[in-house]
């Protein structure tokens, strides 16, 4: 019999990814094309069909071996139906995604969202390959996340689970209002947006900072500039550091995770960044909960979520 | 073929306690004897084998019924291999209680953590019954907890999953010291002790309240006075409670549970304490997260831990 493969689909406003997976998570083959957002839903729906019927036929593989087709996409899903209820990036809108792919393609189709996604391509082929349970921090313009147990995606009731960036974490006298309407959520510090927010305050207030020189601040620059020794700049990051700590000492006690994988562009930031991390976790970690845990940075990229739209097919 | 039963054993430092379920977790039969604690290791692993043969001896059902034996027991274990590491209320150090139970009643044995065992209780046969993915309370001298995803326990990489009364809730600001030695935990303020402690400061301090009067003030008689007016003791309840609903929002975005379900001898307030914990809740949780959740009351008591140790066999 000829060797399985698993086909994952990650759809974003502007492209979607495509990749062909092996049974061990190997990415095979990769195929990309574009979204054609601004077409209307039809021609998303026809795009992801036809890239993926695309990257087998100019793979060395034949259809009969795509064991399944998996997609991660941004919105409010109803996971196990498959339909797109609304993603504000795609414009689209109660699409029944799983079905029409299904028909479409004949193959078995499993649709979950992106960060979600994410998460299960580092847990199973990624830095947390091996590892049945972990928690996926992505740090980007938000903090997203995603929960693996037992090697599969925690859902939730309404698939709100691993809303990670949702934590409330600041306390009340130092927290602010976060985009979801709560106080003291751990995206309004440890993200990308938060770490900027608060060099700018930081710039405003009159600190005396290298960042005064630099005219449109990003994280990176905040980063940067701590690394050289900023004293404003480093106590930012450190207190993005400190909160991503105490959430996974938090983690720690509920879920009791082998491992915490940080990805997204903050995380490039590196030791510099996991070192505080790791500290403010140990600290704050009852002993036995922590033992033999690892914070460690992904290793798949951009292609974390067309390897975890692949794995949804087998860890579903 | 004649019906499959499953029997559960909950092991405690005075009384073992057996029970008797069906495939759908109804408890069929119980049986009670003494641990004797004090005779040692030998004693109690015999009176654990034997009271699991002398329950099915004295009912209807053949042992040939037996599917598989569960046992819930309090300590430190290594849930995987059955061994009890450390238990200090039985004290008992490192014995292959599983390996044991196996060879003397040659059906498969599983062994799981007392909290851990009553959530799956719940879940399986009490107010979570029907529900795939719940959190369970259980407040008690301590807080204790237990996590159902999919239907099975979360057990954590070194079994710490589900220690909900150790998340770091209370500020620093008004923090006290836990027994486990971490600050701001939920057991410090949600649990009858903590509750007991509030109102013996609040005598100390002189507050007015009718506590003053009380002897030896147990968590009841805070509640009581809280229900009969009394200002300070219903500032008491409704502390315990803001902290439990905060910890439910946090575990909203985190495992987003179709079901919370709270127990032990605290929950006996009833929805006097139910509805300032839903309260909280509802104002501290994303609408999504919160939607057709629902905050109730276990309803096995003290069986949760039998049905829960039979229901090892079904959902490991």
């Avoid at 209820?85 to 393609?105: H, R």
């Amino acid at each position: 019999m000829s060797e399985k493969i698993y086909v994952g689909v990650d759809v974003g406003g502007t492209a979607i990814k495509v990749g062909i997976c092996n049974v061990d998570g190997d990415l095979l083959h990769t195929y990309e094309g574009p979204t054609e957002t601004s077409k209307g839903t039809d021609t998303i729906l026809h795009n992801i069909a036809q890239y993926a019927r695309n990257i087998v036929a100019e793979s060395s593989f034949e259809w009969e071996q795509v064991e399944g087709v998996g997609v991660g996409i941004a919105g409010f899903l109803d996971i196990p139906n498959g339909i797109v209820k609304f993603s504000g990036n795609l414009k689209i809108e109660n699409v029944n995604l799983k079905g029409y792919l299904e028909k479409e393609l004949q193959v078995k189709v499993l649709v979950n969202n992106d960060a979600n996604v994410a998460a299960l391509g580092e847990a199973w082929a990624g830095a947390g390959k091996g590892i049945d349970n972990c928690v996926c921090y992505t740090l980007g313009t938000g903090v997203g996340g995603g929960i693996i147990i037992g090697g599969k995606i925690v859902e939730g009731f309404a698939g709100m689970a691993g809303e990670l960036g949702h934590i409330a974490i600041v306390p009340d006298l130092e927290a602010i209002q976060c985009g979801c309407g709560k106080m003291g959520c751990l995206e309004s510090v440890s993200s990308a947006t938060g770490i900027i927010r608060m060099a700018k305050d930081a710039v405003e207030r009159g600190d005396r900072t290298t960042l005064t020189q630099v005219e449109n601040i990003m994280a990176k620059d905040v980063i940067d500039a701590a690394k050289a020794g900023d004293e404003v700049a480093a106590r930012i990051v450190s207190r993005a550091a400190y909160y991503l700590g105490k959430s996974m000492a938090l983690m720690a006690v509920v879920l009791n995770p082998e491992c915490f994988i940080i990805g997204g562009g903050v995380s490039k930031a590196g030791d510099f960044l996991f070192d505080q991390i790791r500290e403010v976790f140990a600290k704050y970690t009852q002993k036995e909960a922590q033992e033999g845990v690892k914070i460690v940075a992904a290793t798949l990229g951009n292609n974390a979520g067309v390897v975890g739209a692949a794995g949804l097919i087998l860890r579903s």
